[in-house]
Protein backbone atom coordinates (compact mmCIF):
# COMPACT_ATOMS: atom_id res chain seq x y z
CA UNK A 1 0.00 0.00 0.00
CA UNK A 2 2.53 2.59 1.11
CA UNK A 3 4.45 1.77 -1.78
CA UNK A 4 1.76 2.27 -4.15
CA UNK A 5 1.16 5.71 -2.54
CA UNK A 6 4.62 6.58 -3.52
CA UNK A 7 4.47 5.60 -6.83
CA UNK A 8 1.43 7.86 -7.22
CA UNK A 9 3.52 10.59 -5.32
CA UNK A 10 6.36 10.45 -7.77
CA UNK A 11 3.89 10.54 -10.83
CA UNK A 12 2.06 13.45 -9.43
CA UNK A 13 5.71 14.96 -8.96
CA UNK A 14 6.75 14.47 -12.18
CA UNK A 15 3.52 15.32 -13.84
CA UNK A 16 3.85 18.60 -12.30
CA UNK A 17 7.13 19.10 -13.64
CA UNK A 18 6.21 18.35 -17.35
CA UNK A 19 3.23 20.95 -16.77
CA UNK A 20 5.07 23.82 -15.48
CA UNK A 21 8.02 23.20 -17.57
CA UNK A 22 5.95 23.09 -20.56
CA UNK A 23 4.00 26.29 -19.06
CA UNK A 24 7.19 27.97 -20.24
CA UNK A 25 6.86 27.94 -23.45
CA UNK A 26 3.45 29.24 -23.41
CA UNK A 27 2.31 32.89 -24.33
CA UNK A 28 1.63 33.66 -20.71
CA UNK A 29 0.80 31.93 -17.04
CA UNK A 30 -1.62 28.90 -16.83
CA UNK A 31 -3.70 29.50 -14.06
CA UNK A 32 -1.49 29.19 -11.03
CA UNK A 33 1.28 27.67 -12.90
CA UNK A 34 3.84 30.43 -13.97
CA UNK A 35 4.14 30.78 -17.73
CA UNK A 36 6.69 31.96 -20.38
CA UNK A 37 6.71 35.43 -22.27
CA UNK A 38 3.71 37.98 -22.68
CA UNK A 39 3.92 37.73 -26.71
CA UNK A 40 0.29 38.58 -27.61
CA UNK A 41 -1.20 41.52 -27.49
CA UNK A 42 -0.84 44.91 -28.47
CA UNK A 43 2.79 47.01 -27.25
CA UNK A 44 1.45 50.03 -25.70
CA UNK A 45 3.11 53.09 -23.99
CA UNK A 46 2.21 53.07 -20.42
CA UNK A 47 -0.11 55.72 -19.42
CA UNK A 48 -0.06 58.52 -17.32
CA UNK A 49 -2.91 56.98 -15.29
CA UNK A 50 -4.25 53.94 -14.62
CA UNK A 51 -7.23 54.58 -13.17
CA UNK A 52 -9.36 52.44 -16.25
CA UNK A 53 -7.66 49.42 -14.34
CA UNK A 54 -8.73 49.82 -10.80
CA UNK A 55 -11.49 47.63 -11.24
CA UNK A 56 -9.98 44.73 -13.01
CA UNK A 57 -8.95 41.98 -10.63
CA UNK A 58 -5.64 40.63 -11.75
CA UNK A 59 -3.55 40.82 -14.71
CA UNK A 60 -0.16 39.11 -16.04
CA UNK A 61 3.07 39.89 -14.89
CA UNK A 62 6.57 38.77 -16.96
CA UNK A 63 9.96 39.75 -15.67
CA UNK A 64 12.46 40.00 -17.99
CA UNK A 65 15.03 37.91 -16.20
CA UNK A 66 14.19 35.05 -15.92
CA UNK A 67 11.34 35.52 -18.40
CA UNK A 68 8.69 33.93 -16.54
CA UNK A 69 4.63 35.26 -16.14
CA UNK A 70 2.11 35.40 -13.25
CA UNK A 71 -0.78 36.34 -12.80
CA UNK A 72 -1.04 39.13 -10.26
CA UNK A 73 -3.43 41.36 -8.33
CA UNK A 74 -3.23 44.86 -8.95
CA UNK A 75 -4.19 48.27 -6.20
CA UNK A 76 -4.55 51.53 -8.77
CA UNK A 77 -3.42 54.59 -6.13
CA UNK A 78 -3.53 58.05 -7.01
CA UNK A 79 -3.77 56.84 -10.87
CA UNK A 80 -0.71 54.70 -10.23
CA UNK A 81 -0.01 51.00 -10.92
CA UNK A 82 0.90 49.20 -8.09
CA UNK A 83 1.14 44.96 -7.76
CA UNK A 84 1.07 43.76 -4.20
CA UNK A 85 3.09 40.42 -3.31
CA UNK A 86 1.58 38.84 -0.56
CA UNK A 87 4.17 36.08 1.48
CA UNK A 88 2.65 32.89 2.73
CA UNK A 89 3.51 30.95 5.64
CA UNK A 90 5.60 28.41 3.18
CA UNK A 91 9.10 29.86 2.45
CA UNK A 92 10.70 29.91 -0.77
CA UNK A 93 7.54 29.90 -2.23
CA UNK A 94 7.34 33.16 -3.75
CA UNK A 95 10.58 34.12 -6.08
CA UNK A 96 10.09 36.82 -7.96
CA UNK A 97 9.98 39.81 -5.69
CA UNK A 98 13.29 38.94 -5.16
CA UNK A 99 14.64 38.91 -9.12
CA UNK A 100 12.28 41.93 -9.46
CA UNK A 101 15.13 43.71 -6.75
CA UNK A 102 17.70 41.79 -9.07
CA UNK A 103 16.51 43.50 -12.01
CA UNK A 104 13.38 45.52 -11.84
CA UNK A 105 12.52 45.26 -15.78
CA UNK A 106 8.98 44.10 -16.34
CA UNK A 107 6.08 43.66 -19.06
CA UNK A 108 2.61 43.89 -17.65
CA UNK A 109 -0.05 42.92 -19.52
CA UNK A 110 -3.82 44.16 -18.66
CA UNK A 111 -6.41 43.97 -21.35
CA UNK A 112 -5.49 42.84 -24.23
CA UNK A 113 -2.53 45.56 -24.42
CA UNK A 114 1.62 44.86 -23.40
CA UNK A 115 3.18 47.51 -21.23
CA UNK A 116 7.05 47.63 -20.83
CA UNK A 117 7.98 48.94 -17.54
CA UNK A 118 10.27 48.34 -14.27
CA UNK A 119 9.21 47.57 -10.79
CA UNK A 120 10.14 49.93 -7.97
CA UNK A 121 9.28 47.95 -4.58
CA UNK A 122 7.45 50.85 -2.19
CA UNK A 123 9.28 51.91 1.25
CA UNK A 124 7.85 54.70 2.49
CA UNK A 125 5.76 53.60 5.37
CA UNK A 126 2.95 56.06 4.64
CA UNK A 127 2.54 54.76 1.35
CA UNK A 128 2.55 51.03 2.32
CA UNK A 129 -0.18 51.96 5.21
CA UNK A 130 -2.45 53.26 2.16
CA UNK A 131 -1.93 50.63 -0.38
CA UNK A 132 -2.43 47.85 2.84
CA UNK A 133 -6.15 50.13 2.93
CA UNK A 134 -6.81 50.20 -0.35
CA UNK A 135 -6.14 46.21 -0.62
CA UNK A 136 -8.09 45.15 2.44
CA UNK A 137 -10.63 46.82 0.89
CA UNK A 138 -10.50 45.00 -2.83
CA UNK A 139 -9.76 41.91 -2.05
CA UNK A 140 -12.03 41.76 0.92
CA UNK A 141 -8.94 40.16 3.37
CA UNK A 142 -5.98 40.98 4.97
CA UNK A 143 -5.17 43.52 7.12
CA UNK A 144 -5.42 47.15 6.53
CA UNK A 145 -2.50 47.66 8.48
CA UNK A 146 0.88 47.71 6.35
CA UNK A 147 3.04 44.66 7.33
CA UNK A 148 6.34 44.84 5.19
CA UNK A 149 7.73 41.19 5.83
CA UNK A 150 4.50 39.95 4.99
CA UNK A 151 3.38 41.85 2.22
CA UNK A 152 5.69 44.07 -0.10
CA UNK A 153 4.30 46.63 -3.03
CA UNK A 154 5.50 47.54 -6.31
CA UNK A 155 4.94 50.77 -8.02
CA UNK A 156 4.96 50.08 -11.79
CA UNK A 157 6.80 53.12 -13.92
CA UNK A 158 6.77 52.64 -17.75
CA UNK A 159 10.38 52.72 -19.63
Same mark, same amino acid.
Given at each position: ?? !??????????????? @????? %???? /? =????????????????? %???? /???? %??????????????? *?? *?????????????????????? =??????????? /?? !?? @????? =?? #? $????? %??? *?????????? #?????? $?????????????????? *???
Amino acid at each position: ML !RRVGIGLVGVVAALG @VVSLG %ARRC /D =GPLGPIPGGVLRSGEEA %AAPG /DWSF %ASELREIELQLESPP *RS *RIVWLLVHAGELYIPCGFLAVP =GLKQWPYQVEA /DD !RV @VVRAQ =GK #R $YAGRL %ARV *RDPELQAALA #RAGAEK $YGFGSSEPDPEGTWYFRF *RGR
